[in-house]
């Protein structure tokens, strides 16, 4: 099984050194979020991730849930997990004090679906589609809704899930068939197929709330006519207690490559309850409320599946002994750790930069969230908002797709024991594949982002991105011109990269298409140097407090400069060659 600890002293030099941000400072409701809070957090979060819910993975994987005479059974260990994990408050962790929650801010909770991550991604999977619908029904229903369920939700009483998918309809949902009739009570009866719902069923909680896209009779078709309803597994009585079962049958689980804990359900819905949340036809834009922060969350799953498989490739590295290194000369014929070796270690501190990067740029990405939510000023609100929805694709889609680089590069440090079950590394591999599927997948992600987010009505916000990113890395510092230099050169990349596709979306869309995920990936890139840069303001100011601890930083970053950045480049060389010989291929 791999060992994991939790990377506490990362985060916590995160938040006490980067969380400086004047608009993020700004906000009253998180004042009182000290460090030393934040400290106890973590620490009990480390606890609870490394003892309870990490050996949750190899117990999932080898029990996969199951479908027993109608009911889904979790695999061995998961109840009793799962109870000691929402007594103790972790359902609650970003939640709204009003409905039971402890009002944490994203900066926090990022950090622990980052360890819940790491720990087991299969166990988590029941609690996160509840904070997205808790965040969909927070958004989008009516106070007595949100007083009726929320409450339960926050306390993990009762789960969430998010119902889309259809045999006919994945990324286009327009084609969605499942029918909604209303009542004369105002509610509605619910019928059609969901097919890969995660948690769509389970033995963990008393109720699971659905939440479910469905197109009303009268409705248009297409997208335009989609709308959301709130669809109880049992029916919830006036003084909120749970009733009768509704309309809701699970028709099987799907056997899976990886997150085998994760109960992954068809469901029928047979004029089931529904109830409709927010206006009616708005369906799809109420389900992105919830998708789009859950999209940040697949993206940071991903950060954790890596962060477990460098620990252990780290560890697994200075045991084993094979070969001589270079500077070996011994004559007895002793072999070296792997770790001597300059490929070992290239592979090493890929997966570090890329790892410490991307969890610098998440931080500043809960920051810009936080603000998007809650800063009082309009304006401010609005340009962080176009931040998040710029930086929403790129962090679900490269963090998830950097995760399967770095499980596979694990597998190849530990050699033919990685191939093998015994050390569980394969299974870190076979679990992080779904993330660039679900959500959308990464080149849907990659569509939306060129076609939607480059250029919008706000304006073009990577030009807005860019100009953000020379403001906060502008420095006197001697010793911080070769980074911010080669940040620079990377940014007239991707300024001549952004002004091409802007080009080309008015006169060849296929190749726009043919580049988004180019587009994405130097985007991405550039973005994880823009983050090593605010690591390294604060690591050559505060070098003497903790020499081997920003030492460690600073080389680090002189790896993903010299090593890991030049990518963004490559991308956008392939990216401008155009689209013409792919269309005109002939497949045979
Ligand atoms: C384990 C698991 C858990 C899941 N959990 C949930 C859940 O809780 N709720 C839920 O509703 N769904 C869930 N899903 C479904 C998941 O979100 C979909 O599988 C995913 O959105 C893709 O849809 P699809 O499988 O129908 O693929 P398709 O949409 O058929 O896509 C097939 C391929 O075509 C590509 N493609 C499609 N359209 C375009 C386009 N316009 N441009 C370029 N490429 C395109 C895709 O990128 C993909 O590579 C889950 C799936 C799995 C496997």
């Not at 117990?59 to 000691?84: C, F, M, S, W």
């Not at 197109?215 to 597994?233: E, H, N, Q, Y």
């Not at 091409?500 to 994405?520: C, E, F, P, Q, R």
Request: hydrophobic residues 35%; neutral net charge.
């Amino acid at each position: 099984m791999p060992s994991y600890i939790a990377p506490v002293d990362d985060m916590m030099f995160l938040f006490e050194k980067l969380r400086d941000n004047k608009n993020y400072n700004e906000l009253e409701k998180y004042k009182d979020v000290s460090p030393e809070l934040v400290k106890d957090i973590l620490e009990e979060a480390a606890k609870i991730n490394q003892n309870l819910i990490l050996p949750l993975a190899k117990a999932g994987d080898e029990n996969p849930a199951i479908l027993e005479n109608g009911v889904v059974r979790t695999p061995p260990g998961y109840k009793e997990a799962y109870q000691k994990y929402i007594e103790d408050g972790w359902t609650s962790l970003s939640c709204d004090p009003k409905y039971g929650g402890q009002g944490m801010p994203r900066t926090v909770s990022a950090f622990f679906d980052e360890m819940i991550s790491s720990a087991s991604l299969a166990f988590k999977l029941y609690s996160e589609l509840t904070l997205g619908a808790y965040n969909c029904i927070h958004h989008h229903a009516t106070d007595e809704i949100k007083n009726k369920y929320l409450p339960k939700m926050v306390e993990g009483k009762w789960s969430g899930t998010m119902c889309l998918t259809e045999p006919v309809c994945g990324t286009d949902l327009g084609l969605l068939k499942t029918k909604a009739i209303e009542q004369p009570d105002g509610t509605y009866k619910i019928t059609g197929q969901k097919i890969f719902i995660t948690s769509g069923d389970h033995d963990l909680t008393e109720n699971i709330i659905h939440l479910v896209i469905a197109r009303a009779t009268d409705s248009p078709k297409g997208t335009k006519g989609i709308s959301l309803f709130l669809v109880p597994k049992f029916i919830v009585k006036e003084d909120g207690t749970v009733g009768s079962r509704n309309g809701i049958s699970t028709g099987s689980i799907e056997t899976k490559m990886g997150i085998k804990g994760s109960a992954t359900c068809v469901l029928n819905f047979d004029e089931a309850t529904g109830i409709m949340i927010g206006p009616k036809n708005k369906g799809l834009s109420q389900m992105f409320t919830m998708m789009n922060l859950e999209r940040i969350v697949v993206g940071i799953q991903g950060l954790g599946i890596s962060e477990i498989a460098y620990q252990n490739s780290l560890n697994y590295a200075k045991e084993r002994k094979q070969g001589k290194s270079n500077n070996n000369k011994s004559e007895s014929g002793k072999a070296d750790s792997i770790i001597e070796h300059a490929d070992i270690r290239k592979t090493l501190l890929n997966m570090k930069s890329i790892i410490e990067g991307e969890r610098a740029l998440c931080f500043w990405l809960s920051q810009q969230t936080e603000v998007s939510l809650n800063h009082d000023d309009q304006k401010i609100k609005q340009e962080a908002l176009d931040m998040v929805s710029l930086m929403t694709p790129v962090v679900k889609s490269l963090f998830s797709d950097l995760g399967m680089e770095i499980t596979s590069d694990a597998m190849q440090i530990f050699g033919g024991y990685g191939y093998t079950k015994d050390q569980g590394i394969e299974q870190l591999y076979r679990d992080n594949r779904i993330t660039p599927i679900y959500e959308g997948t990464n080149s849907v992600q990659a569509a939306d982002l060129v076609f939607r987010k480059l250029s919008t009505k706000n304006g073009n916000i990577v030009d807005k991105f860019m100009n953000l990113i020379k403001s906060e890395t502008n420095s006197d510092d001697e010793k911080m011109k070769p980074f911010v230099d080669t940040l620079n050169y990377n940014l007239g990349i991707l300024k001549k990269f952004s002004d091409w596709t802007i080009d080309k979306i008015k006169t060849n869309k296929d190749d726009v298409s043919a580049a988004a995920n180019d587009y994405l990936k130097t985007l991405g890139y550039i973005s994880l140097a823009f983050s090593w840069v605010k690591v390294l303001t604060v690591s050559f100011k505060d070098f003497e407090e903790n020499k081997k601890f920003h030492e460690d930083k600073i080389n680090t970053a002189k790896f993903y400069f010299e090593k890991v950045l030049p990518r963004a480049e490559q991308h956008y060389k392939s990216a401008i060659s155009g689209s013409s010989n792919i269309m005109n291929f002939k497949f045979n």
